[in-house]
């Protein structure tokens, strides 16, 4: 089983590698910079080879790198989208060092722009990154289904379907058990029939991580609060169904849910005594 949960950066890679095997974890998701700025450390190579090495020794893997909340690619004002544009391009360079990486990042939000604005918004900039690379990023894009709330884009998965069809670019996707719930597709009584419509409007093909939170909120209500695993209303049931799907349980499961190290201990060692 392929499970772990976001860890902090701020001791680097091999650091980050450590506490994963130290919680029972072999996957992990870290913010690239400071998640509501934007300023990024400089890379040391030394750590970021040290963690390879270790991360091989240990299967580690794939990690997954957060992009900050403050990108905003369908953002209204031109400095907004730049920066979004900047920091994701410098994002995809500084991964090139973890060959395999997961990129993760919130679609935007069209802020009364209108959805159909926002999308092509998002499309456009997301090819200049890829035309200005120079070659293919080894990192794997991703976009992650949202709740709805206010004005984000990707509520659904037509908007996400939508992104990767303007912008022509082979995109992943990162499903939220939270988001996805709160954004009105049930995942406990329905589960086949969610995976289903995902696979008719994106392809399961595309589905490459699984953010695993319980939610605060019911069903369709357009929000976007973790829960601990089993303590929402998603519930225990549901996430053993979850992890046990032939389509899911050889996905690699992140854990975003409202925990301390020991939480996460605890929440890993208890999903991997659920899976079958």
């Known amino acids: 089983m392929k499970i772990g949960c976001h860890l902090s950066s701020s001791g680097g890679y091999l650091a980050m590698g450590q506490t994963a095997v130290s919680i029972g974890a072999n996957v992990f998701q870290f913010f690239t910079r400071n998640p509501r700025g934007g300023a990024a450390k400089p890379i040391d190579k030394a750590d970021v080879a040290a963690f ?4 091989a020794a240990n299967g580690i893997g794939p990690i997954l790198a957060h992009a900050p909340y403050t990108l905003n690619a369908a953002g209204a004002e031109e400095r907004v989208r ?4 900047m920091t994701m391009a410098d994002d995809l360079r500084r991964l ?21 604005k926002g999308i092509e918004l998002i499309s456009s900039m997301l090819r200049r990154i890829f035309d ?12 992650e289904t949202m709740a709805g709330k206010g004005s984000e884009v990707g509520r659904n998965f037509e908007e996400l379907r939508a992104i990767m069809d303007l912008s022509g670019l082979n995109l992943g996707v990162c499903l939220d058990t939270c988001h ?6 049930d995942i406990v ?12 409007v994106i392809g399961l093909d595309k589905l490459k991580a699984i953010h695993l939170n319980d939610t605060m909120n019911t069903l369709a209500a357009h929000k976007d609060r973790h829960e601990k695993i089993g303590k929402g209303k998603i519930g225990l049931e549901a996430f053993e169904r979850i992890v046990n799907h032939p389509k899911l349980r050889d996905l690699p499961f992140y854990l975003e ?14 999903l991997k005594g659920l899976q079958k």
């Open 189 to 200: 009584g329905n589960l086949d029939g969610v995976l289903e419509e995902f696979d008719r």
């Open 52 to 55: 390879n090495e270790y991360a």
């Open 257 to 270: 849910t409202p925990c301390d190290l020991q939480g996460y201990k605890e929440e890993i060692a208890l």
């Open 96 to 116: 090139e060092l973890t060959p395999g990486a997961l990129y993760n990042f919130h679609p935007g939000s069209h802020v009364g722009q209108g959805a159909e």
């Open 180 to 185: 996805i719930w709160d954004g009105g597709y």
């Open 82 to 85: 730049e920066f979004a544009e």
């Open 132 to 143: 200005n690379f120079g070659s293919t990023p080894s990192t794997t894009v991703l976009l």
